[in-house]
Structure formats: C-alpha cells, structure tokens
C-alpha cells in the first residue's frame, strides 16, 4: 500500500513538473499567421511573452510566396538585410527551435513587405526551470564577480591563478560568478568534490554550461568546484575553487550627506552666528528661494511604485516631467524580491543587461540623486521582469539655478520646443503637421528641440538638403537620434531638416524643416540680479566688516 502511494506521488510530481516545465510551441502572429503586417505588429505580438531555450516558433504562411530568413545582427534586421543569412526556411509550415539565450531575428526576403513590418525578434531570457530557483525573500542581491577579471574565463598564464583570484575574495550567498568565455573553445563544468577538481575529473558533472556568458548564483554556503571539459585545460590551471560563506551581517554604514545637505547645514551653522534681525532676513530670503530653486523629489511609477510594469509604463510616467540636476528619484517597493540597478549605457538600458552596474540600491526605499545633466537608465536585476517593462529612463534637462548660468554671449540658454507639442514625434493625422508646427514658431541659436517617440518605433535622423527631405532619402545622414527623449541643440543660423528612418513614416509626414535664426541683437537692459545673486550681495554687505572713518 506505502509503495503504491509513493508511487502515485512521484508520478503526480513528475506529471506537474512537466506541466510546468515542458517546452512551449508559439505560433508566430497566433491567426493571422506569417504575413504582411502593420508595422510594429510582430513585436506587439512578442513583447508580452517570455520566451526560454527549448521552445518553438510555429511560422505558418505561403511558401509559393514568402519564406522565414533569420539574419544574424540587430542592423541586419533593422534594415531588411537579407543577404547573409543565418538561416532560410520555405516550406510554409517551418517550426524553428529557440536553442540559445539572447535575441533571435528574423524578417522575410521580401524586401517591401519586411520594410512594411514583416519581421520579429524574440529575446530568449534562459532555460526552462527544471529545478525551481530558491525563493527570492531567502536569497539577496548579492556581488556579482567576473571570474578571472579582465583574464575572464580562459587558460591561464600561470597555472594558479584561479586559485589566487578566489582566494583574495569573500563569497557569499546571494552572490554571482559570471563566467566569460569563447563557446568554441571552452565551457564550464560544476564537479562535487575535491577529488575530481585535483584530478580533472569530468565523468559525472553537477552541470554543464556552455553558453559563453554564464551566471552561477551561490545559493547556500559550502565549497563550490568548477573547471573545463576541454583536456589539457584544466591541467594548465582552467579551473575554480569557491568558498561560499553564509550571510553576512552588515553593520550600517556612516551616513553619508550630500553637497545639498552640506550646504544646509553650512547655513544653519551661519544663521546661529548672525544677529537675531539678520537672521530673520536672511531665513526668509532663503525660504522665498526654496520656493523658486528647491530641487524636487519625484516617486517613480507615483502611486504603482517600482514593480512589474506593463511595456512603456515608466516611459509614459517619465515623458511628462522636466528633470533638472538636483532633483532625486524616490523608489518604493519590496526590497526582498527587487532591486534598483542604475546602468551606464542605452544598450544595457534596451537588453536588461545587469552584469557591470553603476550603483545598485537594494533597500526598498531608495532615493537616488541626479548629480549630472544626460541620460540616467534604471532597470531591475530581475531579467524577465525588467524585459517585461520594469525600467526607467530619465532625461536630465538642466540644473536647478543655484549657480550663475554661463554669460550670454557664448550661447544663450534659448527655449525648448517640443517636437509635435502633444502629438511628439509620430506618424500624424495631417501629412503638412509638422510643416505648420515648424511655421507657427521662431527658432533661433541657442533654442532646443526636445524630440519624444517610443524607439521601438520610430528614430530621428538628420539630414543635409531640401532635396534629401523632400524625397525622404536616410542614406546619407549627418546624425542618428534613437533614444526615444532626444535633445537637439540649435548652435547656429540656418535650415535644419530631421526626418525618421522608418520606410512609409517619412512619406506619411513624420519630418521636420527648422529655420534657425541668428541670435535677436537686443538693446541691454539694466541687469536684474536674480533672488539668489541678491542674496549674496545681502550677504557681502551684512557681513564684510567695514572701515570706520
């Protein structure tokens, strides 16, 4: 009867295991199918799913007149390149199975009907979990740690180097390796003990990888071994030993004050010094500039919070508002399951890669300060949830005038114009829309303009001629713009033409025609100093001793 039972057991485990684990077939456009399509359709289509190594794309059309040509590179499908292909298939019931993390693209020969937006890309994220990951509220956001450094995971000069590597690092749990390494050369082989790490012994691994960028995570304490199947390499010292320490118990840090904070407390130490009436002065002045020049503090996602978004959420929340240097971001969420991940650059912003950050936050409540003018990308290190939409980019515009601007003959700081107003920058209703926009306005040296559009989508590129803009010819851009909040500075009189590279979007109105007009040669007014030039100037009067005649 017992055996019977456990029998049942394991066969009702087995069966919800696969039910859980089993490789998904996804017919590719699901009833419509693989044909011409609206654009951007394919990736609508894609962009909810996740998909992992195993499973299949079903592409289903016909074959007498369309095929599937997957291509290697992103440009490639960009561009409806098909002249070197990874792959072609033709049958018109073809089944293609996803085999390797990463992007896998595919488009049609047809070169017009690929240009209308027929073709996908799909972002494999990892394996099927066969093996159900320790939960997250046990398990931190650890270290990550790049084996053998700028060496990476390759055969070493001297034959202990891994040994010393390892050795001058604490693990811990919650901590990753990341292994780096040429596919066609090596792979990485977890063994069990020290007797098969001594030995090279490759007979009977704990796991095989071999996708070339490999995250290990420690996920208890103990000794973790890891070396090569390729012989002789291990032998020459491609292997690893890691010891895995339990959590540590982190002590708080000093806290550390901003230039903001330093300054106020600067200034309370001031006012304690100064005389009762100057100190009233000076508290009022200083609490009708708070009300002009105080830096602003912005929760990401408002009520939502940092969590799993729907594709383009943040985007949508972070469009609206100007960012200025000084302003902080507040991000709220369970800091057990999630993180807050700043990266460095847009490629790692669009593929969710984690693996070299800039700073993480991991506290739940993270205020983090916009320090500089640009670009500032934010994402989880959670993968499929940052894929899914969890990440945030902002554009810092400008700083808070708590510093005298630079003088105005150099280059004035002219207006922003948004591109389109409320219609930003897309396909609009009205072929001569942005014509008449262009017309109601003067742009002159010195002025901006602030293109919004979702780069999934649409891009900007400059051109040089009235004749490249009425043909809505790319092939010969002065500059490429495709970060979806692009800035572009008006540094000198003349025509400007901007025009997208998306094939149809152009010819349906989506350009613009910028005359650019010198700087106006007005008559000088008598300089007004602003609240905080004023300020100062109380000060250096108020407190500059002076000579007694």
């Not at 595919?106 to 070169?111: A, H, K, L, Y």
């Not at 304490?221 to 199947?229: A, E, M, N, V, W």
């Not at 890669?353 to 300060?369: C, E, R, W």
């Amino acid at each position: 009867m017992a055996t019977t039972t456990r029998m049942f057991c394991f066969v009702l485990v087995m069966v919800l295991m696969g039910c859980c684990c089993s490789a998904k077939i996804y017919k590719v456009g699901d009833s419509k199918g693989w044909t011409t399509a609206k654009h951007g359709s394919y990736y609508e289509w894609a962009k909810r799913k996740e998909f992992q190594v195993g499973d299949s794309l079903m592409f289903e059309y016909d074959g007498n007149v369309n095929d599937v040509t997957q291509v290697s590179t992103r440009l490639e499908y960009q561009f409806c390149n098909s002249l070197s292909p990874k792959a072609v298939y033709n049958t018109g019931h073809d089944l293609v199975t996803l085999t390797e993390q990463g992007y896998h693209f595919f488009i049609t020969s047809n070169r017009s009907q690929c240009v209308a937006g027929q073709k996908l890309v799909v972002f494999v994220v990892h394996d099927h979990p066969m093996i159900p990951p320790p939960p997250r509220k046990i398990l931190p956001f650890g270290k990550d740690y790049k084996v053998g450094d700028s060496n990476e995971w390759t055969v070493p000069e001297e034959s202990d180097f891994y040994s010393k590597w390892s050795e001058e690092k604490q693990f811990h749990v919650g901590d990753n390796l990341l292994f780096y390494y040429n596919d066609q050369v090596d792979d990485v082989l977890e063994i069990n003990s020290d007797l098969e790490f001594k030995s090279c012994d490759t007979t009977s691994p704990v796991a095989v990888h071999n996708a070339g960028q490999d995250l290990i995570r420690l996920t208890k304490p103990g000794i973790r071994y890891f070396i090569t199947s390729k012989i002789g390499h291990c032998e020459a010292g491609l292997k690893l030993r890691v010891v895995v320490r339990p959590l540590s118990k982190s002590v708080p840090k000093k806290m550390q004050f901003s230039p903001f904070d330093r300054l106020i407390n600067s200034l309370i130490i001031l006012l304690i010094m100064a005389t009762t009436t100057r100190m009233f002065c000076f508290v009022l002045v200083m609490d009708l500039m708070g009300c002009c020049c105080s830096a602003k503090i912005y929760k990401v996602g408002d009520s939502k919070g940092w969590t799993t978004a729907k594709h383009g959420s943040y985007y949508e929340w972070a469009k609206r508002k100007e960012f200025q240097v000084g302003d902080s971001l507040m991000f709220e969420y369970d800091g057990n399951v999630n993180d807050v991940t700043q990266v460095s650059t847009r490629l790692e912003y669009q593929f969710c890669n984690s693996l070299s950050p800039k700073a993480v936050y991991n506290t739940g409540h993270d205020l983090v300060t916009l320090t500089e003018q640009g670009y500032h990308f934010f994402i989880t290190s959670n993968r499929s949830q940052c894929v899914a939409g969890q990440k945030l980019v902002v554009f810092v515009v400008h700083d808070h005038p708590m510093i005298p601007p630079p003088p105005r003959k150099i280059l004035p700081f002219g207006k922003d114009y948004k591109v389109g107003d409320s219609n930003e920058w897309t396909v609009p209703e009205e072929s001569d829309f942005y014509s008449k926009w262009s017309e109601e306005k003067q742009f002159h040296v010195g002025d901006n303009l602030l293109f919004y559009y979702n780069d999934q989508v649409d891009d900007v590129l400059e051109i040089n001629s009235d004749l490249e803009f009425k043909f809505c010819d790319t092939t010969s851009p002065v500059a490429v713009h495709n970060a979806g909040q692009d800035l572009i500075r008006l540094t000198k009189p003349g025509i400007r033409y901007f025009i997208t590279s998306k094939i149809g979007h152009c010819e349906a109105g989506l350009k613009v025609r910028v005359v650019v007009r010198p700087l106006s040669k007005s008559v000088p007014k008598k300089m007004q100093l602003s609240p905080f030039d004023r300020l100062i100037k109380w000060l250096h009067d108020s407190f500059t001793p002076h000579p007694h005649h």
